[in-house]
């Protein structure tokens, strides 16, 4: 079943992603970029808010891929209490981030990785994600305004992120700017949770207020991506049961 990640920026929004649903409350700030970060004393409110009700993410900005730099930014998002940290794959130095990043992996620390659609994502990034002990990755887009994730990649290539994702052992999650439109499309590739922020907003976008009832109609259209799914699914072990040939009774000798 795929889960609903809300991105919030602040104590209250987290409460109200709690009360509308959401199975992981994500806190970033909307105004910083892609990943923005949240201050500290923010995101310990927020930690404070959720209090163990959902898992709560972090994203640590957005970073080149300095080794030093993103390790230091890793660290202080966890020490605040979160319990996923997310970096996001922007140029740089991957091979050295993810040997830094390896050891608090290994130490226990749930990292999320953030590839983005509208700058060529690597899909071979996903094995070397699984090999430092990344517990997740995520397709996104680093560009807010020119349109969804369903515009920068087809529903093949969402699949098979997904799909090679899952062979890897790693959570699998679908965001960018997606729509109350767009997630029948995107639920249909298979991820464990897809993400949004701008879809939950009111009249400002994603960096106006979460506004509830735009909330629950998201979660209402990934209730029924699930329940299809699930309905498709009984067909098919229906149909298969019912085609399978009558196994013959053994011939006895006479």
């Known amino acids: ?71 230091a930014a890793v ?13 996001g794959l922007f140029d740089g130095d991957l091979g050295g981030c993810l040997a830094a990043l390896a050891p608090r992996t290994a130490a226990g620390l749930r990292l999320v990785a953030v590839l983005f659609a509208d700058r060529r994502p690597d899909p071979d990034a996903l094995d070397r994600l699984a090999a430092a002990g990344f517990v997740g990755a995520m397709l996104d887009t680093a560009g807010k305004t020119a349109g969804p994730l369903t515009r920068h990649r087809d529903a093949g290539f969402l699949r098979a992120f997904t799909a090679r994702a899952r062979r890897l052992g790693l959570m699998s999650g679908l965001a960018g700017s997606l729509r109350l439109a767009d997630v029948a499309a995107a639920a249909a590739a298979g991820p464990d949770y897809l993400g949004f922020r701008g879809a939950l907003c009111g009249d400002g976008g994603r960096a106006g207020a979460l506004d509830p009832a735009r909330l629950a109609a998201v979660r209402a259209a990934v209730q029924a991506s699930n329940r299809a799914t699930a309905t ?13 040939p009558t196994p013959s009774a053994p011939a006895t000798s006479t």
Do not use: F, Y
Request: charged share 20%; proline share 6%; glycine share 10%.
């Open 1 to 71: 079943m795929i889960g609903l990640l809300a991105s919030v920026r602040d104590a209250a929004e987290a409460r109200l992603a709690v009360a509308g649903g959401a199975d992981i409350v994500d806190l970033k700030n909307p105004a910083a970029g892609a990943l923005g970060a949240l201050p500290p004393e923010v995101l310990r409110a927020c930690v404070a808010a959720v209090a163990g009700r959902r898992p709560v993410s972090a994203t640590v900005g957005d970073l080149p891929l300095d080794p030093a730099r993103v390790a």
């Open 232 to 244: 498709a699914g009984a067909q098919c072990a229906a149909h298969s049961a019912w085609s399978a």
């Open 75 to 87: 660290d202080a998002t966890a020490a605040m209490g979160v319990d996923i940290v997310k970096i």
